[in-house]
């Protein structure tokens, strides 16, 4: 359990969130998500959101949106609060992506959103879970709702795997020791048995993926 909580200490937080906005194409994924959602939601969740960048952008089309991120780092947590400061349509909300929705108690009555968005977090989760979590979003989405996951996904061989790092100026020593990663076509055909309609991978560069689909009206 050490190596997967790794990601929730204020070292390993820091440090990523150093190198965030360097993360090679991330931007050009980020685009898609925002093409993607529609500017007429009125609640968003964004799962994992770290210090609240991807929450943030869906907002500046959408400033009227109420949007709630969850995170459980700590360091995470604090950044996010100090992005979304005096802005009252943001909620800040502690949260483990191994806990069921259910334990999300701070969602109460109003648990229901029209977009639900997640950015490289899911990938820590085992396999398992990544399959439960995407059945409870799915729960949690209003009719006619969203789910898009830009994610950091397997590749399809080792070779491919070390050239991924390559590409970001890493070596395999630098991976962090938290990932579970899972090939794309399995969790997009995992969304299509959920329920879901309209599932498609929409963005790939190497091992990262934006993901997601509709559920039915």
Known sequence: MTEIREYNSAEHALQYLARADRIAHRSAGE??????????????????????????????DRPDAHGVATDLSPT???????????????????????????????????????????????????????????????????????????????????????AFFAALGMTLADEDRSNQLLDVETQVAWLREIGFGQVDCFWKWRELALFGGVKPR
């Open 31 to 60: 685009a898609v998500v925002l093409e993607l959602v529609p500017r007429t939601v009125q609640r968003i969740l964004d799962l994992g959101a770290g210090d609240g960048r991807l929450l943030a952008l869906l907002k500046i």
């Open 76 to 162: 995470m947590l604090d950044a996010a609060r100090a992005r979304f400061a005096g802005d009252a349509t943001v909620e800040v909300v502690e949260h483990d992506l191994d806990a069921p929705f259910g334990a999300l108690g701070a969602l109460g009555d109003a648990g229901r959103f029209d977009a639900v968005v997640s950015c490289f977090a899911i990938h820590h989760c085992s396999h398992a879970r990544k399959r439960a979590l995407y059945a409870e979003v799915f729960d949690l989405l209003e009719p006619g709702g969203v789910f898009y996951n830009l994610e950091h996904v397997a590749s399809p061989t080792p070779e491919l795997h070390e």
